[in-house]
């Protein structure tokens, strides 16, 4: 049952300091500065996490029952969020 994204992807740039960037893989384009380091991979997962909360809605209110694809999504998008 995987859901089609038309999210972005996005990944984690390195400012050489204390700071983290956000950068949309398609593009180039900055997302955004993490005055945090340490967050930049949750920031960096967003669409990912999205895409994998609008799957388990889905699954959860058509009483349907995950396939492994979507479980693996699930796994990387939480794996990203946090930094593995």
Known sequence: MKTQSNQDKWYEG???N???LVIN???GENIA???DKANTPLIASAPELL???KLFE???RNGL??????LELLQKALAKAEGK
Do not use: K, L
């Not at 029952?65 to 979507?70: A, F, L, N, Q, V």
């Open 14 to 16: 390195n400012t050489g």
């Open 18 to 20: 204390h700071q983290g």
């Open 25 to 27: 893989e398609e593009t």
């Open 33 to 35: 500065v993490v005055y």
């Open 51 to 53: 895409e994998a909360c």
């Open 58 to 60: 889905d699954i959860t």
């Open 65 to 70: 029952i995950p396939g492994s694809e979507d």
